[in-house]
């Protein structure tokens, strides 16, 4: 279990760019702590990012800088 993981599945929401790409951004629980958490811990934002996604859709890759997710 990971608090911090847990907690970024709850404050996300996804723009779909394309079929395979994904960009996460904040809904309106929590703005402030999404981008506290995106910014100081992007390991376990990473894992709660993949934690929120459709059983159907598989995480392929995370692409931090540009906030950019592959999915499958």
């Known amino acids: 279990m990971n608090i911090i993981a847990d907690h970024v599945k709850t404050l996300v ?10 960009r996460p951004q904040p809904n309106d629980i929590d703005p402030e702590k ?11 934002f990473a894992k709660g990012v993949s934690l929120a996604l459709h059983p159907e859709q598989e995480f392929i890759s995370y692409d931090h800088l540009n906030n950019i997710l592959t999915i499958k």
């Open 34 to 44: 999404y981008w506290h958490y995106f910014s100081k811990f992007p390991n376990e």
């Open 13 to 22: 929401t996804f723009q779909h760019l394309s079929d395979t790409t994904l």
